[in-house]
């Protein structure tokens, strides 16, 4: 990767040069701000609030929905991994659908697919009905996310304004997992958990007609076409990387099927990166992630977010299993953390970036988010939410909040207009890729570690009842105290991912402070082979 900058054409993540004398005027090329941008900055984080939550609000919902469309163990993981699957592997064309077609175009038909999309899902009366519209939300959702991204970019380019803007959205990428989890255990306890899918349709309904009035494009389209080898490589590539990941859960990361998607998976996005260098127009401009501070902001996002999801998923399962909390208190048990995240962007890091370089915000918010995990490693079976889970909250919150919105910042600035929607799919790219390999991987470790755990302590009391049995005060101790084993040590490594995203950030990402960052101008071909 390169530590300069690639031009005025395709600017570095630092931000584009400033005008000759050190001044800060806007370059002639550039639109004036739009005197309602912000109507359109609430329009934009409603969609992608949206699209985050809906990949954890199902979870609290799931026992509800197996139960009623009488769906077996086995199949009950589509519910989640049909959306990860179509989402994930569809981000880079949608990013690109974007740069072709018009953001503005790409996010209203997105809005609108992910509501028809949510309202078959709620409605459905069969299992594989609900699969095939949890598939549908997430093809949908990968034209929306990368759209509002870069509809945020090409927006807020300017100082104050622009942190500000990315603190907002870094809030709501951070903590829609948290709210996705809060909102699933109200809707499930006080209605149905069908409702934790129509309540999308309202919620899109409002955003459409914001989008309508609020939203402009100036999209610089230029001749390019569609790189369709690309598209089927690299969608190909992520959809193997993804399915991979979602089947190493229940069947281990020896199985052959794991293996064969995860070697075949690499293989593709290894012959898709070759195809880059060659193609015309290609999907996914190599440019983009050669980029030293933007690839280091990819590699910071997807290690920060293995950690993340890792902590929803154990914090999830040990509220519920272990402390016996239902839906609703489970949900608002991580409401802290996400007001720590809102915190963290919106107060800190919005405020901070134009004065600070990235680095030094990134560096230090994902130590006190592996402080926040380590502390997890100290639980137990007894009730800890005040002495440990909520202090980890806080800290993790505040981390990620420190994290999300110079990453975001950092990886889409500085990018040609006609590129900027390809280039947010990446970071969306970066942060699912990151959430199924850390939500597989801490999942496996937690789970093989309870097995032994378990096993080895009945075998020992069996020994000491001399063969006449366990019993079920005793055996369900020690179940729990396995979990919490594995839940621990599977958060123990989470927590060494984090600092090996402080590592990352602190080595790879130089940036200065964006003080007066402005889009690059437009090329003269767009898409085209640089």
């Known amino acids: 990767m390169s530590d300069a900058s690639e031009g005025s054409g395709e600017g570095g993540a630092g931000g584009a040069a400033p005008p000759p004398g050190g001044g800060s005027r806007t370059p002639s090329w550039a639109a004036p701000p739009d005197p309602r941008?912000?109507?359109?900055?609430?329009?934009?984080?409603?969609?992608?609030?949206?699209?985050?939550?809906?990949?954890?609000?199902?979870?609290?919902?799931?026992?509800?929905?197996?139960?009623?469309?009488?769906?077996?163990?086995?199949?009950?993981?589509?519910?989640?991994?049909?959306?990860?699957?179509?989402?994930?592997?569809?981000?880079l064309l949608g990013g690109r659908i974007a740069d072709l077609v018009g953001r503005k175009r790409t996010?209203?038909?997105?809005?609108?697919?992910?509501?028809?999309?949510?309202?078959?899902?709620?409605?459905?009366?069969?299992?594989?009905?609900?699969?095939g519209a949890r598939?549908?939300?997430?093809?949908?959702?990968?034209?929306?996310?990368?759209?509002?991204?870069?509809?945020?970019?090409?927006?807020?380019?300017?100082?104050?304004?622009?942190?500000?803007?990315?603190?907002?959205?870094?809030?709501?990428?951070?903590?829609?997992?948290?709210?996705?989890?809060?909102?699933?255990?109200?809707?499930?306890?006080?209605?149905?958990?069908?409702?934790?899918?129509?309540?999308?349709?309202?919620?899109?309904?409002?955003?459409?007609?914001?989008?309508?009035?609020?939203?402009?494009?100036?999209?610089?389209?230029?001749?390019a076409r569609l790189d369709v080898p690309g598209v089927l490589l690299g969608c190909g590539g992520l959809l193997a990387l993804v399915y991979g990941c979602s089947e190493a859960r229940p069947h281990g990361w020896g199985d052959g099927r794991v293996i064969g998607l995860l070697v075949g998976g690499a293989a593709l996005l290894a012959l898709f990166a070759r195809w880059q260098t060659r193609a015309p127009y290609p999907l996914l401009p190599l440019h983009i992630v050669r980029d030293r501070n933007r690839g280091g902001a990819f590699l910071t996002m997807a290690l920060a977010v293995i950690a993340l999801f890792g902590m929803f998923l154990f914090l999830s399962y040990y509220l519920q299993t272990v402390l016996g909390y239902s839906p609703i208190?489970?949900?608002?048990?991580?409401?802290?953390?996400?007001?720590?995240?809102?915190?963290?962007?919106?107060?800190?890091?919005a405020r901070l970036l134009h004065r600070l370089p990235p680095r030094l915000l990134m560096v230090p918010g994902a130590l006190l988010a592996a402080t926040g995990l380590h502390t997890l490693t100290y639980l137990t079976a007894r009730p800890a939410y005040v002495s440990h889970v909520l202090p980890a909250e806080l800290l993790v919150g505040l981390g990620m909040g420190l994290i999300f919105m110079p990453v975001l910042a950092t990886a889409t600035s500085g990018v040609a207009p006609q590129d900027s929607g390809v280039?947010?799919?990446?970071?969306?790219?970066?942060?699912?890729?990151?959430?199924?390999?850390?939500?597989?991987?801490?999942?496996?470790?937690?789970?093989s570690t309870s097995a032994s755990f378990i096993a080895a302590h009945l075998a020992h009391a069996a020994r000491r009842t001399g063969g006449h049995g366990v019993p079920p005060a005793l055996r369900n101790g020690i179940v729990k105290n396995g979990l919490v084993d594995g839940f621990t040590v599977a958060i123990g490594v989470g927590s060494a991912i984090m600092l090996l995203a402080a590592l990352t950030a602190g080595l790879m990402v130089n940036a200065r402070p964006p003080k007066q960052a402005v889009p690059a101008p437009p090329a003269r071909v767009s898409g085209a082979r640089r």
Not at 38 to 63: E, G, H, K, R, S
Not at 329 to 349: C, D, H, R, Y
Not at 432 to 441: E, R
Request: charged content about 10%; glycine content about 14%.
């Open 135 to 223: 598939a549908l939300q997430g093809a949908f959702g990968a034209l929306l996310a990368p759209s509002a991204l870069s509809l945020l970019t090409t927006t807020f380019t300017l100082g104050k304004e622009r942190s500000k803007a990315f603190g907002i959205y870094g809030a709501i990428a951070g903590g829609g997992a948290a709210i996705g989890l809060i909102a699933g255990g109200l809707l499930t306890e006080y209605l149905d958990w069908r409702w934790c899918l129509y309540v999308n349709v309202p919620v899109a309904a409002v955003a459409l007609a914001g989008a309508t009035v609020l939203l402009h494009d100036n999209r610089e389209r230029g001749g």
């Open 423 to 447: 280039t947010s799919a990446t970071v969306n790219t970066a942060q699912q890729v990151g959430g199924s390999i850390g939500t597989a991987l801490l999942n496996t470790i937690a789970t």
């Open 107 to 131: 996010f209203m038909v997105g809005l609108v697919g992910f509501a028809v999309a949510s309202g078959l899902g709620g409605a459905a009366g069969s299992p594989w009905l609900l699969f």
């Open 37 to 91: 941008r912000w109507w359109a900055l609430v329009v934009i984080a409603i969609a992608q609030l949206m699209v985050v939550l809906d990949a954890t609000i199902v979870n609290i919902a799931l026992p509800s929905a197996q139960r009623d469309l009488g769906i077996s163990d086995t199949n009950r993981q589509w519910v989640v991994t049909a959306y990860t699957l179509a989402f994930g592997g569809l981000l």
């Open 329 to 349: 208190k489970t949900g608002l048990a991580f409401l802290p953390m996400t007001a720590a995240i809102i915190i963290g962007s919106t107060q800190i890091s």
